[in-house]
Nanobody, 118 residues
Framework: QVQLVESGGGLVQAGGSLRLSCVVS????????QEWHRQAPGQRRELVAS???????DYEDTVKGRYTISRDDAKNTVYLQMNALKPDDTGIYYC????????????WGQGTQVTVSS
């Protein structure tokens, strides 16, 4: 079983920065993708950044150039560095692992609140 625990959310002014962390425990297998999703108030949850087991990152268009996803395998932790934050970035941020091989599964953390004030 894979478990994820996020931290690092908070209240920040527009233009500020936050770094989210997601500690992953359990076996993710050798092929997987780690993702950060955001759910704004009254909106659907959306994918904002991902990184594959091979280390390839990808970003949703509105966060490109501002967000950076990275991973520290020694610490079993995936990070989301968020710079130049905007009020539209407000929401609950969820960490997710999509496990592809061996075995398949999707695992979610409990979420961490990010609030950007104008």
């Amino acid at each position: 079983q894979v478990q994820l625990v996020e931290s690092g959310g908070g209240l920040v002014q527009a233009g500020g920065s936050l770094r989210l962390s997601c500690v992953v425990s359990g076996s993710t297998g050798s092929k997987y993708r780690q993702e950060w999703h955001r759910q704004a108030p009254g909106q659907r949850r959306e994918l904002v950044a991902s990184i594959t087991s091979g280390g390839s990152p990808d970003y949703e268009d509105t966060v490109k150039g501002r967000y950076t996803i990275s991973r520290d395998d020694a610490k079993n932790t995936v990070y989301l560095q968020m710079n130049a934050l905007k009020p539209d970035d407000t929401g609950i941020y969820y960490c997710k692992v999509h496990k592809s091989w061996p075995g398949r599964g999707d695992y979610w953390g409990q979420g961490t609140q990010v609030t950007v004030s104008s």
